[in-house]
């Protein structure tokens, strides 16, 4: 059926036309959380994150635009994901009585290295490129400053200096969010 016309139901409070979109749209939209997430939300994360994005599309039927139909729902997709992984970041849980003392400098190790890992994440999306892949070149793939020279086409002074700058830029991001560096 022609989403024009299946927007337009929805919009009607056309309850059958909303269990035809999600027979039609799940995929898509599983596909857009489990890209954004990049393996972090499992298969039944994933799966509650879409039955949300269709809860969400009924709730807000009245702002469909019917030629927007699947660009409005993959936009809520991404932002109901993006709240389940601030959701689960923020509430990390570990089952302290099942690890013996070892066990728990690792299990400490670990989550401190995430957190660590997510906080220059979102810095380093804060950064717009080249400069944050210039970083990421740098200090991800090893490269030096003439090899991303050569791929960005900039000169190697240049790539230095960018990455001296934006080095000082994360130093900043991360001070400002509560780490000492």
């Not at 959380?33 to 599309?57: M, P, Q, R, Y």
């Not at 728990?104 to 400069?131: F, M, Q, W, Y």
């Amino acid at each position: 059926m022609d989403d024009l016309i299946l927007a337009q139901r929805i919009k009607n409070d056309d309850e059958n036309a909303l269990e035809e979109l999600i027979d039609k749209f799940t995929p898509l939209i599983s596909a857009v959380i489990a890209n954004l997430s990049k393996g972090e939300l499992s298969t039944a994360d994933i799966e509650d994150v879409t039955s949300d994005t269709f809860i969400a599309l009924w709730y807000n039927r009245q702002n469909i635009q019917p030629e927007k139909l699947k660009g409005y729902l993959c936009c809520i997709a991404k932002n109901k994901a993006r709240d389940k992984l601030k959701f689960l970041h923020r509430h990390i849980t570990v089952d302290i009585g099942e690890m013996d003392f070892e066990d728990g400098l690792v299990v400490s190790e670990r989550i401190e290295n995430k957190i660590i890992t997510d906080a220059l994440r979102d810095a380093l999306e804060t950064i717009g490129d080249p400069d944050r892949e210039i970083i990421i070149r740098h200090y991800y793939y090893y490269q030096s400053s003439t090899e991303i020279a050569e791929k960005t086409g900039m000169k190697s002074e240049t790539i230095k200096s960018k990455i001296k700058r934006t080095r000082e830029k994360l130093r900043k991001l991360l001070t400002e969010r509560g780490f000492s560096l």
